[in-house]
C-alpha cells in the first residue's frame, strides 16, 4: 500500500508541475503528461528503492512554497537590474548550512528539497550539498529571505 501511495505522490507532483509550466492544458495534452508522470513515479519510486533511501517530510517545510514565487520575482528584477547596470553579472560562491534533523530521514529530505528549491530562484543555483552545508552561487553575500527560511 506505501508504494501505491508514493508513487501517487510523485504522479501527482510530476503532472502538477507540468501543468504549471503549460498554457493551455488541454485533454490531448493532459492524457500524455499523465502517462509519463506516471513512467516517471514509478522510476522515482525504484531509484529510491535502489539506493536505499528513506524520505521524511516536516509540515513547516511547505511554507516555502508561497516564498518561492516572490523569491522567483526579486530575483528576475535584481537580475535585470544588474544585467542592464553592467553588462558581466557576478555573484558570490558561499555556503549555507541547514539546520537538519538528527533523524537521517528527515536530514536526507531536508537537504534535497533545500537543494531544489534554492536552484528554483534566478539569484541562486546550488553547486554542492557538503554534510549541512549547501554551497550555493548567489547574486549577493548575504542570504534572501527564501534561504532564511529554507535553512530552518
Partial sequence: MNGIIEVAAWWLVGLLLWSATASPVTVEELVPAALCALACASSARAARRVV?????????????????????VADAGRLALRWWG??????VVRRATLDTASDPA????????????????????????????????ALTSDPSPLEEAVRR
Fill in 52 to 72: 536505499g533511501a528513506r524520505w521524511r517530510v516536516r509540515a513547516a517545510w511547505f511554507a516555502w512554497a508561497p516564498r518561492l514565487p516572490i523569491a522567483v
Fill in 86 to 91: 553592467r553588462p558581466t553579472v557576478q555573484g
Fill in 106 to 137: 528527515l536530514a536526507v529530505t531536508h537537504r534535497a528539497l533545500a537543494a531544489a528549491v534554492l536552484s528554483a530562484a534566478p539569484g541562486s543555483v546550488v553547486l554542492d550539498v557538503d554534510g549541512d552545508d549547501v554551497v550555493l552561487h
